[in-house]
Nanobody, 126 residues
Framework: QVQLVESGGGVVQTGGSLRLSCAAS????????TGWFRQGPGKEREFVAS????????QYSDSVKGRFTISKPITENTAYLQMDSLKPEDTAVYIC???????????????????WGQGAQVTVSS
């Protein structure tokens, strides 16, 4: 099995930055890619970004494109989400998830991710 632990959440003012980490442990050979999702107060969970470990291909939602950057160094089992120019509407619990081995889809659908972390709170104050 795979365990995912998020860290780096917190409170930041509008326009500020935060970097989230998603540390993977256990059977990390099973991870095809990492995704970030978020769930704001009273909202549905939504896709934020994803990265495929093997080729580094990334996907972003339109709402964060140009402001957020997902990365995964080759030598680490940790994926990062650099969040810049934060807005109050970015306030949410951010949850990382992992794709199973052999996956070949778009890496944006919640149902395709097999392993999930517990989440980290990000609050952007106005």
């Amino acid at each position: 099995q795979v365990q995912l632990v998020e860290s780096g959440g917190g409170v930041v003012q509008t326009g500020g930055s935060l970097r989230l980490s998603c540390a993977a442990s256990g059977s990390t050979w099973m991870i095809h890619g990492t995704g970030w999702f978020r769930q704001g107060p009273g909202k549905e969970r939504e896709f934020v970004a994803s990265i495929i470990w093997g080729n580094g291909n990334t996907q972003y939602s339109d709402s964060v494109k140009g402001r957020f950057t997902i990365s995964k160094p080759i030598t680490e089992n940790t994926a990062y989400l650099q969040m810049d120019s934060l807005k109050p509407e970015d306030t949410a619990v951010y949850i990382c998830a992992a794709l199973p081995p052999g996956y070949s889809g778009p890496a944006t659908y919640e149902m395709d991710f097999k392993f999930w972390g517990q989440g980290a709170q990000v609050t952007v104050s106005s």
